[in-house]
């Protein structure tokens, strides 16, 4: 099992940014898909972005397309997420989350692909 940590969360003014960061610890392994996602009070958590462990090439939810930025450091066992020109929108619990299989595509946004989860950081946008 592998227990993921997320920081870096906290209130911003919109076209400002934050970089949230993921720790992993226990059974981590190199083959891993690692994802953020995001949920706000009454909605489903959506997907924001994944990478592969190793790197490789991420994939981007539309919304945050060109503005985030999702990478690995396996050194560390740390994801992050870099995000710029944020905006009111952006504002919710943001949350790192694990996969057995590396792929990371348009096929791996669903929540139910990851099997372990961050207790969440929050990420508050003003306008």
């Known amino acids: 099992q592998v227990q993921l940590v997320e920081s870096g969360g906290g209130l911003v003014q919109a076209g400002g940014s934050l970089r949230l960061s993921c720790t992993a610890s226990?059974?981590?392994?190199?083959?891993?898909?690692m994802g953020w996602f995001r949920q706000v009070p009454g909605k489903e958590r959506t997907f924001v972005a994944c990478?592969?462990?190793?790197?490789?090439?991420?994939y981007y939810a539309d919304s945050v397309k060109g503005r985030f930025t999702i990478s690995s450091d396996n050194a560390k066992n740390t994801v992050y997420l870099q995000m710029n020109s944020l905006k009111p929108e952006d504002t919710a619990v943001y949350y790192c989350?694990?996969?057995?299989?590396?792929?990371?595509?348009?096929?791996?946004?669903?929540?139910?692909?990851?099997?372990?989860w961050g207790q969440g950081t929050q990420v508050t946008v003003s306008s």
């Open positions: 226990g059974r981590t392994f190199s083959d891993n898909g």
């Open positions: 989350a694990a996969r057995k299989t590396p792929f990371c595509s348009v096929a791996y946004i669903d929540t139910i692909l990851y099997t372990s």
């Open positions: 990478i592969n462990w190793r790197g490789g090439i991420p």
